[in-house]
């Protein structure tokens, strides 16, 4: 059973920047593929980035340019990198596995406004 905290969020004006962090628990991290998700109210949840145990990445379109996922493999540690924030990325964001993401941990707001 992986656990995964999220932390980092908050309220930023648009055009801002947050990091938000993950620890996971588990020895196999380091060979796990991750991602970070978001859910906005009404809306289903969705993947922002990922980052494979190569450490090679991809992105949602709406976030490219302007997020980026990374991981420490010695702390077990996800980290994403958001910057140009935007009204729209306002959402509760996750962490977890790409495939058969489970255990969701309790997430970490992102409130973009001004």
């Known amino acids: 059973q992986v656990q995964l905290v999220e932390s980092g969020g908050g309220l930023v004006q648009p055009g801002g920047s947050l990091r938000l962090s993950c620890a996971a628990s588990g020895s196999m991290f380091r060979l796990t593929a991750m991602a970070w998700y978001r859910q906005a109210p009404g809306k289903q949840r969705e993947v922002v980035a990922t980052?494979?145990?190569?450490?090679?990445?991809n992105y949602a379109d709406s976030v490219r340019g302007r997020f980026t996922i990374s991981r420490d493999n010695a702390k077990n540690m996800v980290y994403l990198q958001m910057n140009s924030l935007k009204p729209e990325d306002t959402a509760v964001y996750y962490c977890n596995k790409v495939f058969r993401p489970s255990d969701w941990g309790q997430g970490t707001q992102v409130t973009v406004s001004s």
């Open positions: 980052i494979n145990s190569d450490g090679s990445t």
